[in-house]
């Protein structure tokens, strides 16, 4: 048997996959410091969401994780930035977090373009899910701001939404 015996990778194709697993990770730390932050606010329902979200988001980067080793490939990690660590509101967290799946979504649009410029079919069919993912993802946090935005500076509102988000 070859030892190479696999179809190969195209470099370009396997460091955009890299790129994406460090953006997944750096979702990840971003939603366990929000997880944080609505703790220390004694928002404990959002910190729940949060922290699952968190979750989550390590096991998208798993998935391309193990994605590249299924493809016979060594993956190298990437350095992961430093979350912002203070947020003014609960709205500006969920806003901020809604503008980052955005830019997630970009990442995984541009990962899509460049796996069909390279002709790597098994990579389409793994994004396919992603894409599908990130319409849910900023679904869910779109929801979550207007509701915030509803809210306003009514406390009431906020716990009651807090005790909701508690539920996940
Ligand atoms: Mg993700």
Same mark, same amino acid.
Request: aromatic content about 10%; charged content about 30%.
């Given at each position: 048997?070859?030892?190479?015996?696999?179809?190969?990778?195209?470099?370009?194709?396997?460091?955009?996959?890299?790129?994406?697993?460090?953006?997944?990770?750096?979702?990840?730390?971003?939603?366990?410091?929000?997880?944080?932050?609505?703790?220390?606010?004694?928002?404990?329902?959002?910190?729940?969401?949060?922290?699952?979200?968190s979750e /989550? *988001?390590?096991?998208? %980067?798993?998935k391309f994780?193990?994605? &590249?080793?299924?493809? =016979? #490939?060594?993956?190298?990690? +990437?350095?992961?930035?430093?979350?912002?660590?203070?947020?003014?509101?609960?709205?500006?967290?969920?806003?901020?977090?809604?503008?980052?799946?955005?830019?997630?979504?970009?990442?995984?649009?541009?990962?899509?373009?460049?796996?069909?410029?390279?002709?790597?079919?098994?990579?389409?069919?793994?994004?396919?899910?992603?894409?599908?993912?990130?319409? /849910? *993802?900023?679904?869910? %946090?779109?929801?979550?701001?207007?509701? &915030?935005?509803?809210? =306003? #500076?009514?406390?009431?509102? +906020?716990?009651?939404?807090?005790?909701?988000?508690?539920?996940?």
């Open positions: 048997m070859d030892e190479n015996a696999q179809t190969p990778m195209k470099g370009a194709v396997r460091d955009a996959i890299s790129e994406q697993i460090k953006h997944e990770l750096y979702s990840s730390y971003l939603y366990l410091s929000m997880a944080g932050s609505f703790k220390v606010a004694n928002l404990s329902g959002f910190a729940h969401w949060m922290r699952k979200q /989550e *988001e390590r096991e998208h %980067a798993m994780f193990d994605f &590249l080793l299924d493809r =016979g #490939e060594h993956v190298q990690l +990437l350095s992961i930035d430093q979350p912002p660590y203070t947020f003014r509101s609960p709205l500006d967290t969920f806003e901020q977090a809604l503008e980052h799946e955005k830019e997630i979504t970009s990442h995984i649009h541009q990962l899509y373009d460049l796996s069909v410029q390279e002709k790597d079919y098994p990579v389409q069919v793994l994004l396919n899910w992603f894409v599908a993912e990130q319409v /849910e *993802e900023e679904s869910s %946090a779109t929801e979550i701001v207007e509701r &915030l935005r509803m809210a =306003g #500076e009514d406390s009431a509102a +906020l716990l009651l939404l807090d005790k909701e988000m508690g539920e996940r």
